[in-house]
């Protein structure tokens, strides 16, 4: 032997020291220690369980999206045909430009008398300032209206309006109705 030649080997030293290794053999074939086997036994039962906990997280959350994206239309649809059925009223209290007659009658359909209170007010306001019996700007106030009209009837129906615009008061249809009663009072130019 070449003693100076470390690359010299004995090859049946080396097959004793491992068994050969068959490459064509499947990995699911190969045999296992057995606390090797319950190691990959539990690994593949945890791998399974997350799996499985993945799987029913993205179902609720697909579930959450269908639900919320269903109400939302709905909601909106729902809305939106409201809307279109509804009319459109004033916030501010002017005299132009509103069709008194049929605002009114939608919040009498309504039942929202608080509405048709404010309304029965304004358009008598419009009524009078086109036959000049009082000059409306939309810087006065209805006090300053009644001072300008000088009228009992009006004072009357004024703080009608008065009261359930600005004093928190619940309008009924009896208030309405004395309301109603008020403007074709003043309407017909009583001195009240």
Request: glycine share 6%; with cysteine; proline share 1%.
């Given at each position: 032997?070449?003693?100076?030649?470390?690359?010299?080997?004995?090859?049946?030293?080396?097959?004793?020291?491992?068994?050969?290794y068959d490459y064509?053999?499947?990995?699911?074939?190969?045999?296992?220690?057995?606390?090797?086997?319950?190691?990959?036994?539990?690994?593949?039962?945890?791998?399974?369980?997350?799996?499985?906990?993945?799987?029913?997280?993205?179902?609720?959350?697909?579930?959450f999206l269908l639900v919320g994206i269903t109400t939302?239309?709905?909601y909106h649809l729902k809305l939106g045909s409201l809307k279109k059925k509804s009319v459109d009223i004033p916030e501010e209290d002017t005299i132009y430009g509103i069709d008194f007659e049929v605002l009114i009658l939608q919040m009498e359909k309504e039942g929202n008398y608080?509405?048709?209170?404010?309304?029965?007010?304004?358009?008598?306001?419009?009524?009078?300032?086109?036959?000049?019996?009082?000059?409306w700007e939309p810087y006065k106030t209805p006090t300053q209206y009644v001072y300008e009209m000088k009228n009992v009837d009006f004072k009357t129906l004024t703080n009608l309006f008065m009261k359930v615009r600005?004093?928190?008061?619940?309008?009924?249809?009896?208030?309405?109705?004395?309301?109603?009663?008020?403007?074709?009072?003043?309407l017909k130019g009583g001195i009240g």
């Open positions: 032997m070449n003693e100076g030649n470390t690359l010299v080997f004995n090859e049946k030293i080396i097959d004793g020291w491992t068994e050969k064509n053999r499947e990995l699911g074939k190969t045999k296992l220690k057995p606390e090797l086997k319950e190691k990959v036994k539990d690994n593949n039962l945890t791998e399974k369980r997350i799996e499985d906990f993945f799987t029913i997280v993205l179902w609720i959350i697909g579930i939302f239309l709905l608080m509405q048709c209170i404010r309304l029965k007010y304004l358009s008598v306001l419009r009524t009078l300032h086109d036959s000049h019996r009082i000059a600005y004093g928190g008061y619940a309008a009924t249809i009896q208030m309405y109705d004395e309301a109603i009663r008020l403007s074709d009072l003043v």
